[in-house]
């Protein structure tokens, strides 16, 4: 064989590679990719630099997660989704078996019994239970959209148990994930938006009843208002909604004074004035709120963050990640954070309306209402205008189950988003 014949089999064969590496990445929709990377460099800085003075050094490990995520985000984008609504029950079986494991042989920390141990790895079945019940309620939308209030029965029942179980861990943050997966998803599925104002009624209800009362005065009536200018049988439907109405008022004044322990009611309400408790509950979020601050326009720079450095706030790594961005990147790299977030869902929502069935776009829906919640909910938490509840910052907070969870929902939309693609590329 000539020197010029054997160069040219060996092009030929690096040629194919860089061929069978398109392929790969064939349809990859950039934008979805690139925000949730680059929040991933931008978290393992923050990270390292919060654990600067810790007796650990593993922020790399929030790179290999994110690594191992990736590969498995890669593959599922080229699997249809249909695959996985044939394997409804036993995904559901899967995730209850889980979560009941937890309470028999799981791992206590921080005060809930959320992890199992598996080959020396802390595994938290919450979080995969959060994706398997967005894969489940696409199915069941699907079929049964909600267009009547007995529609409601079928999802509000099969998330019911898989929320109790995370609910008694007790794991307040992903229960609230359940709730907020379910509303969206309904409402996508076909579900009036009145009825969604009366679905979250009971909470408001609840709220107003500890703190203002006399807004009950307006919100009862109009709340029947709603129920009967909505709701088929209108009789039934008034009378059941002010008596749901009515039990939340009158209840939770007495479950807050005879049901919550002090420790409770401080968690949920120090929010509001955290120097009440400054050196116990209120202490996370003055800290957070301190270093948010300090970081003013431009921040102090990467690995720069005085308090940071001091380790002022503890979990800063995994929940408060957010305060240790405001103080190294200040209010614009905050900014363009957030703003990347809406730019991601905003995606998700075109994906969404593009897809090619309607199981598909449920479950679009789903991811985009899972990771907005918690970023909302986080970003509210470290600022002061929430309660702390221990939910995760999407790609950026430390967490191997959650990273590798936001990989598996990234890599289901990217199916979505290819297959959207390849159908319009072959019209």
């Not at 957070?288 to 503890?314: A, E, K, N």
């Not at 205008?385 to 189950?401: A, E, H, K």
Request: hydrophobic content about 55%; overall charge positive; some cysteine.
């Amino acid at each position: 064989m000539t020197l010029l014949g054997a160069w040219g089999r060996r092009s030929d064969l690096f040629s194919g590679g860089r061929v069978a590496r398109r392929r790969w990445f064939d349809g990859v929709d950039k934008l979805l990719w690139w925000i949730p990377l680059a929040m991933i460099g931008l978290a393992g800085i923050l990270i390292a630099s919060t654990q600067r003075q810790a007796g650990y050094a593993d922020w790399h490990q929030h790179w290999v997660t994110a690594a191992v995520g990736m590969g498995i985000a890669l593959l599922l984008a080229r699997v249809p989704l249909e695959r996985y609504s044939q394997w409804q029950w036993p995904i559901y079986g899967v995730m209850v078996a889980s979560l009941i494991a937890v309470r028999i042989i799981g791992v206590s920390a921080l005060g809930a019994q959320s992890w199992i141990n598996i080959a020396g790895f802390h595994v938290q079945p919450s979080e995969f239970a959060k994706v398997a019940a967005i894969l489940l309620l696409a199915r069941v939308l699907t079929r049964h959209p909600v267009e009547r209030p007995v529609d409601l029965v079928r999802p509000v029942a099969m998330i019911s148990l898989p929320w109790l179980l995370v609910f008694v861990q007790p794991d307040l943050g992903s229960s609230l994930v359940f709730g907020a997966i379910l509303l969206v998803m309904m409402f996508w599925s076909g579900m009036p938006g009145a009825w969604v104002v009366l679905f979250m009624s009971p909470l408001f209800t609840a709220i107003m009843a500890g703190a203002y009362p006399w807004l009950l005065i307006a919100w009862i009536p109009a709340m029947g208002w709603l129920a009967w200018t909505s709701l088929p049988w209108k009789r039934m439907a008034l009378v059941v909604v002010l008596a749901v109405q009515g039990v939340f008022a009158v209840a939770t004044p007495w479950l807050w004074n005879h049901f919550l322990q002090p420790h409770q009611r401080a968690r949920l309400t120090l929010f509001l004035d955290p120097s009440q408790d400054p050196l116990g509950g209120g202490y996370h979020l003055l800290q957070s709120m301190v270093g948010i601050g300090s970081g003013r326009l431009f921040g102090t720079g990467l690995m720069q963050g005085h308090l940071t450095l001091l380790r002022f706030i503890p979990e800063q790594h995994t929940d408060f990640i957010f305060s240790a961005l405001g103080e190294e990147t200040g209010f614009l790299g905050s900014l363009l954070v957030v703003v990347g977030y809406v730019v991601w869902i905003w995606r998700l929502l075109q994906i969404a309306g593009k897809a090619r069935t309607d199981y598909e776009s449920l479950v679009v829906v789903g991811i985009g209402a899972m990771v907005m919640f918690q970023v909302v909910v986080n970003i509210n938490m470290t600022i002061g205008l929430g309660p702390i509840t221990g939910i995760p910052l999407p790609w950026m907070s430390y967490g191997r189950s959650a990273m590798l969870v936001n990989f598996i929902a990234l890599g289901l939309c990217a199916s979505v988003a290819r297959r959207s693609l390849a159908i319009k590329a072959r019209r």
